[in-house]
């Protein structure tokens, strides 16, 4: 697979809103960075327009590093599903960074699983809501989920070890129950019923706090612009993993999240005008 032909066209006329609306649901009174971090990943992607819902103190801090994003702060998570399903001209949801571990979480995110009514991309503690609710959810053929090795091990009930030491069998099962799935790590692995992708792009420098935030935001820009659920998975993971290439030319050590979306859009840059090869 050419991942510069799922590229999505640009044309001169284009405007904000028909390069993908992206809705990011996550952050906490202990995570306010993670959801912000996703959205840096969804702007550097190029997302046209991206909106925040979270707590009034996650918005807040965040509104002070990224004016460019729409904020909807609420304090009452229970009512954050009425105001999520509100958005109308939203083309897809990234819902879980920073959202932390609570019985509300996970009533919200089940909630949103099932009545959601366009593509959803799961990560962080959102995955986690999803292994304590997961009898009661069915597939979904327009989802991505993005767990490292202990997520994917509570989704599965298997210790993380298990997880590592059969990669491709953990992803291929975690597809077959959930739709398609990005298994982080070295060599990051993307299953989408019979599709399956390697990724071998990015290294150590990626395993920073946050890396995997800006990859959802990444991925659920692809999303929002039209790209089905393997195609938004497979580039975003490739595009976020060239990042990594790049920065470690300058070593492996001290990078930050914040530099992996900023190095996005030279990546994309490079992929549209023939200069980087996936």
């Known amino acids: ?23 990011i649901v996550g952050g906490s009174e202990r995570y306010t960075g993670a959801p912000a971090l ?20 996650v918005c807040d801090v965040c509104a002070a590093r990224l004016p460019e994003i729409v904020y909807c702060p609420e304090d009452d998570r229970f009512r954050w599903k009425e105001l999520a399903l509100a958005q109308k001209n939203i083309d897809a949801l990234v819902i879980g960074p920073g959202l932390d571990r609570t019985i509300a979480a996970e009533i919200f995110t089940s909630r949103m699983w099932r009545e959601w009514p366009k593509k959803i991309l799961v990560d962080g503690d959102g995955l986690n809501a999803l292994a304590v609710t997961k009898d009661d959810l069915k597939m979904r053929s327009d989802s991505v989920l993005t767990p490292h090795e202990g997520e994917a091990g509570r989704l599965l009930g298997l210790p993380p070890a298990a997880v590592h030491s059969d990669r491709p069998g953990a992803v291929r ?23 399956f992708a390697e990724i071998k792009h990015g290294g150590p420098e990626l395993s920073v706090p946050g890396s995997g935030d800006v990859l959802s935001g990444c991925i659920g820009a692809f999303l929002a612009m039209g790209l089905e659920a393997f195609d938004a998975a497979v580039l ?38 023939g200069n980087a090869k996936a």
């Open 38 to 57: 996703t959205a840096l990943g969804a702007l550097r992607s190029g997302a046209g327009v991206v909106t925040m819902l979270s707590l009034q103190n």
């Open 236 to 273: 975003g993971a490739t595009v976020h993993g060239m990042a990594g290439d790049l920065l470690a030319k300058n070593g492996t050590d001290g990078v930050l999240a914040s530099e992996i979306a900023h190095t996005l859009r030279k990546v994309i840059h490079d992929l549209r005008s």
């Open 1 to 23: 697979m050419n991942v510069k032909d799922l590229l999505p066209p640009r044309s001169p006329d284009m405007h904000k809103g028909n390069r993908g609306r992206l809705l």
């Open 173 to 195: 099962e975690l597809s077959e129950r959930w739709g398609c799935v990005v298994l982080k790590g070295h060599n990051t692995l993307v299953a989408s019923g019979e599709k």
